[in-house]
C-alpha cells in the first residue's frame, strides 16, 4: 500500500513540477481506509506529528484540531503542502473589490445620465427662450427713445419714447420709468431736481404700440455725456411674477448755461506774488440761479487776499443768480512756492451750490483749469530795513529809516539790464527826505529806479553775482490831533532783466517782485506834574521849601497815545529815601500801588486805547508825597521822584514800547499859583 500511495504521489509532483513530461499513465485505484497525516509548512522533510485520538472526546472536536494544527484527514504527508498552497489562494478581499468595482460602475452611469439631461434641458430652455412661439421675451419688446443727440445745459429737451409689444400675450399693469442723469430738472419749473418719472400706461396688447414724451432740463459740463434710462415694468396673467425690459439713451451737453474765465501770469518764481482775476458770465436766456465757485488750490499755494472775500473757507463763492448776459468778478492775490521747477493747476469749477454743504456744488456746469508753471527765482532779492530781514519790520514816528536791497543773479546764465524799482506810499513818508545812492527818486510817482543809466554795474550781471542797493527816509511826523490808525508803510520792489539762453535763442523777460512793510509803532507820551497850590490834595508846610520842615506836594501822572492800541501799560517811578509816601492818591479806585522795600510807586495803567489825549481825555492819576529839607539842601531843588518810566505793549507792531522822562524836583514849573517861584530850598 505505501508503494502504490508513493507512486501516486510522484505521478502528482512530475505531473505539477515538471511541466515538459507529458499526461501520467491513469491507475486504477482501490478504496482505503482513512489515515492521518501531518501537513508540512513547507518543503522539507520536517513533519508534525499525527493529533492522538485520546485528546479528544467526538470526531467534530478532534478534526477542528486536526485542521487548526495543519493535518488533513485523507491526504499523505506529500499532498498537504499543496493544499494549503491551495487554500492560500483562495481570499476574502475579492470579493470587497468586486463590489467596488460594481459600485463605481452604477455610479459613473447615475452622472453622465444626469449631465444628458441637463444639457438636453438647458438646451430646450434657450430654444423656447428665443425660437419658441408662445415665450415672453424682452428681444419681443421694441423700446425706442428718439431725441436729440446733443443739447445746451439749461434748455428743455424733449424725447419720445416708442414701445412696440411683439410677445404673442398681452402686458398688463404696465409702468413706463425714466431715469435722468444728476443735474437734471422739471421743465415746467427748473428749480426742482428731477430724478425719475413715472407713467402709468396700463395694459399693452399684442402688437399694440404706445407711444409717450418726457420733458425736462438737463444741466452739465460743457461736452458732458449724459444717460438717461428707460424701464419697461409688467406683470402677465396668470403670473404673480413682476418683469422690467431696460434701454439706455445718451445726450451730449453742447454748451453750459455759465461760462468761467480765468486771467493771470502763467508763469511765476517761487514766492512771488502773483493776481489772478475770475469773471464768471452767463450763457442761459434764463437767469441761472444759486451759483456757486469752488477753488482748488495746489501744493505749495496760499491766498493773500480775495475780492471779494471768500463765503466759506478760502476757496468758495457765493456768487447767487447770474441774469443773462451779466458777469461777476473775483480777484485774487497769492503766492506759490515750489522747491524745484514744476508746473501746477489751479482748478475752479462753476454750478448750482448744494443747499445742505456750504463748500459743495449739487451739479458742476463749468470747469477751468489754469496753468502755472512756477520756476526759481532768477535774482535772489533780500530787503533790509535797519538791518531788519523780517518782511514786516516796526519803526517810529519821525524817525530816519534806511533801507538795504541785497540781490543775486542764481541763474547759470549771465542776465542784462538788471532793473530794480521800489514803490513807497505818500503816506506817512517825508518826501523830502528821501536819499538814494545809485538810483533816482520820482516824487510824481513816488519809485526809486535803480538801472544801468544810474549804475553801471547792473547792464551785464554773470551768473552767482551779487550786489546791494541803498536809499533812507524819514517817517513823517504826525499832527497832535492825527486820527491816523495802525499807520504802515508798504513797499514793494521789482525786479526786471533780460536772459539770452542757451536753451532758448530767443530773448527772455524775467519778473520778480518782493513786499516789505513797516509798521509804525504808537507814538506815546508821558506827562508828568509836580505841584503845591493845585490839584485834588491840599498840600501843607512852606513853600518855598524850608531846610528842616516838612512840605507836601502832588505828583500826577498822564498817559497820551496816538495810532495803535495799547495793552498792559504801566508808569512806575522811585521814591528818594527822604521823601516820605502819604498813602493818597486820585481818584481812589485808580490801579496805584506802593511798595516801602523798594520804595517803587507803579500805576498799572492797563488798555489805553488809540486817540487818548486827543480824541479822548488822557489817563490821568494823582498821589501825594512829603519832603523834609536838610540844611545841606539849602539852595538846591531836591528830586521828589526818580525817572518816570512808561512800558506797554503796542497792539499793532507787537513791539514793548518805553518811555522815560525827567525827574519830578521841587521846582513847581507847572503850578500856576508860583510861577515865579524857583523852588529852592531855604533856611
Known sequence: MDEETNSSIDRLQRKLYARGDGPPERQRRTMRQDSLHAVSNDWSEQREQPVEDAEFEDDAKRELAELQHGVVRGVNDDMAPILMYAKKEKKEPSKKKNRTNTMMRVVTTIFVASFLFFLFAGGMAWYLMTQGGTTVSCAKVAIDVSGPVSTASGKEVLFDITIENNNPVAFEDVELSTIYPPGSRQADNPTTPLAVSNKDIGTVQVGETVRHTERSVLFGRQNEEKIIGVTLGYSLADSSGYFECEQERSILIATAPVSLS???????????????????GANAEEVVAGQRIVARYPYGFRLLEAEPEPTSGDNVWDIGDLPPETDRTITLRGVIEAPTVEGRVLEFTMGEADQNQSNALATELTVHEHPLLVTRPFVALEVLVDE????????????NVRVTVRWKNVLEDPIYDLRVEASLPRAYVDER??????????????????????????????AGQEGQLTFNFRTEELAAASAAREPEIPMAFTVHARRVSDEKEVQQTLNDVVTKTIKLRSDVRLAVDTTFGTGPFKNTGPYPPQAEVETTYTVTWGVENSTNDLRNTTVSAVLPIYVTWMDETYPSSAALSYNPNTRVVTWNAGEVAAGTGSAVSSREVSFRVGMTPSVTDIGRTPSLVDEPTLRAVDAFTGDVIERTTRDQTTALTDDPLFPNVRGNVVE
Open 388 to 399: 531788519d530781514t523780517r518782511d514786516v519790520v516796526s519803526a517810529t514816528i519821525d524817525e
Open 262 to 280: 480765468v486771467d493771470g501770469v502763467e508763469e511765476v518764481a517761487s514766492g512771488q506774488e502773483f493776481t489772478l482775476t475770475l469773471t464768471a
Open 433 to 462: 527826505s528821501v536819499n538814494v545812492t545809485n538810483g533816482y527818486f520820482s516824487s510824481g510817482e513816488q519809485r526809486i529806479t535803480w538801472a544801468p543809466q544810474t549804475h553801471e554795474q547792473l547792464r551785464e550781471i554773470e
